[in-house]
């Protein structure tokens, strides 16, 4: 027959497992290292390369002096790149453990 402390340790132990959704040691931070590393690329892909354009390619205004030297390869004045950035999609953090304990997070 099992002890009250006996039964206190199995709950916490059962309550840790369920928290991570039943996954093994080390899967919970590798989702979260998957995640933050499709968040790198997609920021590292929206990045210009490259020349600077002296007029913007969609409204051919000037595009300043200071942006081009903070930005290289920017092709774009700031007000068309924050119309651009309006439509683009954010990063969806998405549940990558299928759990459904992970999802109600």
């Known amino acids: 027959m099992l002890c009250a402390a006996d039964l206190q340790n199995n ?14 040691d080390g899967a919970v931070q590798e989702q979260i290292d998957a995640t933050v590393a499709d968040a790198v690329d997609l920021a590292r892909s929206r990045l ?3 020349e600077s354009s002296i007029l913007c ?3 051919e205004s000037l595009i300043t002096e200071g942006r081009r030297k903070a930005l290289p390869g920017v092709r774009l004045c700031i007000v ?3 119309e651009l950035e309006k439509h ?10 299928g759990s459904k304990d992970s999802q109600l997070k």
């Open 88 to 97: 683009q999609t954010s990063i969806n953090y998405f549940n990558r453990s």
């Open 57 to 59: 390619e969609e409204c």
């Open 11 to 24: 709950f916490l132990l059962l309550r840790e497992k369920m928290a991570v959704g039943w996954s093994r």
């Open 80 to 82: 068309c790149q924050s």
């Open 48 to 50: 210009s390369e490259g």
